[in-house]
């Protein structure tokens, strides 16, 4: 059975009256909701947390799911809704974020930072975007570049989407200039040393 | 930074396995919340109700008003001699009360 199919006949259980049912879903969403919300906030305790309150919200509107859209596009967009509130409501995690800043602290050259912290900076700075970029980067490259799906848990046209990716990644591109160990701000830092 | 590294790196993220508890933790959650008994729902019957009888007393007095408008004036004359406002404010605050007054009858039990 495919994993849409044992979505809607787990929602149709759970409707029926069958609790149990739910423990299906949560099992198949789990792994995904937590990597979700891990990517909006780089926090665990935050990410499971967010992820719990996604499944509640999940299980409270089950009997509004019509099934106009597919099943993951809806929970993936109640997911999104409550990610966006929580960050809105709690404000941005404190990131040691800013990579000019923390790498120039470094006594470790620029060229010596291996290539998962400079990963791990990039992916950091996503979170500094504005929420519009942010939330449009993170959900295509959640989605595997699904641009179709993206705009659909979005609610944008995919035009709509493919502006703000385009925006999103020339402003990254800004912010993660210092990681290029080419760069010339990398360059004359070591030099000074 | 190429667009070609972000394109890597982003694509690369990590995935988060949930701890191992996880699952259990959210399933006690859901329980706990189904044995919880359920909010009272909105009451849009009385809502509607309320509103309907509002918007049709409204229409009524405007009426009224236009339709009499010479014998109302005529009526407050002696207050309005005096204070010309003052007709026309007690005549709007009586129509406020009954307003005011209309949701709180539809909303009792």
Same mark, same amino acid.
């Given at each position: 059975?495919?994993e849409d199919?044992q979505?809607?006949?787990? /929602?149709?259980? /759970?409707?029926?009256?069958d609790l149990?049912?739910?423990? +299906?879903?949560?099992?198949?969403w789990?792994?995904?909701?937590v990597?979700?919300?891990?990517r909006?906030?780089?926090?665990?305790?935050?990410?499971?947390?967010?992820?719990?309150?996604?499944l509640l919200? $999940?299980?409270r509107?089950l009997?509004?799911?019509? +099934?106009?859209?597919a099943?993951? $596009?809806?929970?993936?967009?109640?997911a999104?809704? $409550?990610?966006r509130?929580r960050l809105?409501?709690e404000?941005?995690?404190?990131l040691?974020l800013?990579p000019?800043?923390?790498?120039r602290?470094?006594?470790?050259?620029?060229r010596e930072?291996?290539?998962r912290?400079r990963a791990?900076a990039v992916?950091?700075?996503v979170?500094?975007?504005?929420?519009?970029?942010?939330e449009?980067?993170?959900?295509y490259?959640f989605?595997?570049k699904?641009?179709?799906?993206?705009a659909?848990v979005?609610?944008?046209p995919e +035009?709509t989407?493919?502006?703000?990716?385009h925006? +999103?990644?020339?402003?990254?591109r800004?912010?993660?200039?210092?990681l290029?160990?080419?760069?010339?701000?990398? /360059?004359? /830092?070591?030099?000074?040393r | 930074?190429t667009q070609?590294?972000?394109?890597?790196?982003l694509s690369s993220d990590?995935v988060l396995?949930?701890?191992s508890?996880?699952?259990?933790?959210?399933?006690? &959650?859901?329980r706990?919340?189904?044995?919880?008994?359920?909010?009272?729902?909105f009451?849009?019957v009385?809502?509607?109700?309320?509103?309907?009888?509002s918007?049709?007393?409204?229409a009524?007095?405007?009426?009224?008003?236009?339709?009499?408008q010479?014998?109302?004036v005529?009526?407050?004359?002696?207050?309005?001699? *005096? *204070?010309?406002?003052?007709?026309?404010?007690?005549a709007?605050s009586?129509v406020?009360l &009954?307003?005011?007054?209309l949701?709180r009858?539809?909303?009792?039990d």
């Amino acid at each position: 059975m495919r994993e849409d199919d044992q979505d809607a006949a787990d /929602v149709a259980r /759970v409707i029926a009256g069958d609790l149990n049912a739910f423990e +299906g879903i949560v099992l198949r969403w789990q792994c995904r909701l937590v990597t979700m919300a891990w990517r909006f906030c780089r926090d665990r305790a935050a990410a499971e947390d967010m992820a719990q309150e996604v499944l509640l919200k $999940t299980f409270r509107s089950l009997a509004t799911f019509r +099934g106009e859209s597919a099943f993951s $596009t809806w929970i993936t967009a109640i997911a999104l809704n $409550t990610c966006r509130s929580r960050l809105r409501a709690e404000g941005q995690p404190l990131l040691s974020l800013d990579p000019a800043r923390v790498f120039r602290n470094e006594s470790s050259s620029f060229r010596e930072i291996d290539e998962r912290e400079r990963a791990e900076a990039v992916r950091r700075a996503v979170l500094t975007l504005p929420e519009r970029y942010r939330e449009a980067i993170l959900l295509y490259y959640f989605e595997e570049k699904d641009l179709a799906e993206s705009a659909r848990v979005l609610g944008v046209p995919e +035009g709509t989407l493919k502006a703000r990716l385009h925006r +999103g990644r020339e402003l990254l591109r800004a912010r993660c200039a210092n990681l290029d160990p080419l760069a010339p701000d990398v /360059v004359a /830092v070591t030099e000074e040393r | 930074m190429t667009q070609d590294n972000l394109d890597r790196i982003l694509s690369s993220d990590d995935v988060l396995e949930p701890s191992s508890g996880f699952a259990g933790n959210v399933m006690e &959650a859901v329980r706990r919340q189904a044995a919880a008994p359920a909010t009272p729902a909105f009451p849009w019957v009385r809502f509607a109700l309320g509103l309907a009888a509002s918007c049709g007393m409204a229409a009524t007095g405007g009426l009224f008003v236009l339709r009499f408008q010479t014998e109302l004036v005529a009526a407050f004359s002696p207050l309005a001699a *005096v *204070v010309p406002e003052l007709g026309y404010a007690a005549a709007a605050s009586l129509v406020g009360l &009954a307003f005011i007054s209309l949701p709180r009858l539809f909303s009792r039990d």
